[in-house]
Nanobody, 126 residues
């Protein structure tokens, strides 16, 4: 059973936008903290945005002001709207789920999450 499934990736020119989605199983969505991550070729996976327990979103500095993370609780789905994309945003984008205190102590750390989707590829080039 697929627990997390990302979609919406693709190729876009610099300055363009993309909308990513992550469909989660009901069990995962209702009982875990959720976040978006990305991994560029040759680089470590890094956090993009985390949904905190109070309905807020915490963003990595590179995402602040350009990316908008949201969720639809009726559909167990996360979204990541990415605007003004740059070549350095090229990466595989993942959604992740985790439980326990690490998800609020270290909300954008990979170690805080133990359930991962397969990712969706985003390529930004002219």
């Amino acid at each position: 059973q697929v627990q997390l499934a990302e979609s919406g990736g693709g190729s876009v020119q610099p300055g363009g936008s993309l909308n990513l989605s992550c469909q989660a199983s009901e069990h995962i969505y209702s009982s875990h903290s959720m976040a978006w991550f990305r991994q560029a070729p040759g680089k470590e996976r890094e956090g993009v945005a985390n949904f905190d327990a109070y309905g807020g979103v915490r963003y990595a500095s590179f995402a602040q002001g350009r990316f908008i993370a949201s969720r639809d609780n009726t559909k167990n789905t996360l979204f990541l709207r990415m605007n003004n994309l740059k070549p350095e945003d090229t990466a595989m984008y993942y959604c992740a789920a985790g439980s326990g205190s690490d998800t609020w102590l270290f909300p954008l750390a990979t170690k805080s999450y133990n359930i991962w989707g397969q990712g969706t590829q985003v390529a930004v080039s002219s």
